[in-house]
Each structure stands twice: as C-alpha cells, then as structure tokens.
C-alpha cells in the first residue's frame, strides 16, 4: 500500500523561495500518476503539479515557470521547489497518488487519486 508523508512546510515572504518532500513507502516510484495539490483557506483543493508514468509533468497555470517538480528516485522522494512565492500560494500541501493511473486526460481530478498524504502548510506573507 502507498504511504505518502510530507514534509518542509513552513512560513516565507512574499518573493521567496521554499522546498517540499514527500517521501513514498510501500511501493516503487515511477510509472504512474504522483503529484502535488493544495487546499488554500476556504477553497478546494486544487492541483498543483502532476508526474505521469510518461515522466511528463503537468502544471497548473497558476505555478507554471515559478513551480518545478522532480522525482528523486533512489530516495523515493517527490520534490516541489517553489520559488517567487505570492500569499495566493499559502495552503496546505498535499501529495498524492494513484498506481493505477499510468496517464490521466485530467491529472488534477481530485478522485482519480487513491492515496493522500496528511499534508503540509505553507504560509507565504506580504
């Protein structure tokens, strides 16, 4: 079974930058659906950015080319490094990920993600 943990959550100011882990057990990594979401105060959780099987990475417009997402393998850690933060970007970080799913017409569907993380908060202020 998949067991996802987060980690590196923590306070930044506006235009910083900060780094996010999830560290995957009980299964390999790669091959499948394994990604980023957020769930900012008083709205849904939302995708942030998703890895497919094809190591093609999704990103959503709203992080695109301030966000980048890699897979550290030999660790089996996912890595989100933010950079230029905005307060927009505060929220509760979480992983998740779906071993069935080897490619997704619409990666960020809340319910086609089977295994969650309990997440980390990070708080970007002005």
């Known amino acids: 079974q998949v067991q996802l943990t987060e980690s590196g959550g923590g306070s930044v100011q506006s235009g910083g930058s900060h780094i996010l882990a999830c560290e995957v057990s009980g299964y390999t990594v790669g091959g499948y659906c394994l990604g980023w979401f957020r769930q900012a105060p008083g709205k849904e959780r939302e995708g942030v950015a998703v890895?497919?099987?094809?190591?093609?990475?999704t990103y959503a417009d709203s992080v695109q080319g301030r966000f980048t997402m890699s897979l550290d393998k030999a660790s089996k850690t996912l890595f989100l490094r933010m950079n230029r933060l905005e307060p927009d970007d505060t929220a509760v970080y979480y992983c998740a990920a779906d071993p069935r799913k080897y490619w997704l017409a619409r990666p960020f569907t809340l319910s086609e993600y089977n295994y969650w993380g309990k997440g980390t908060q990070v708080t970007v202020s002005s």
């Open positions: 890895l497919d099987g094809n190591s093609m990475t």
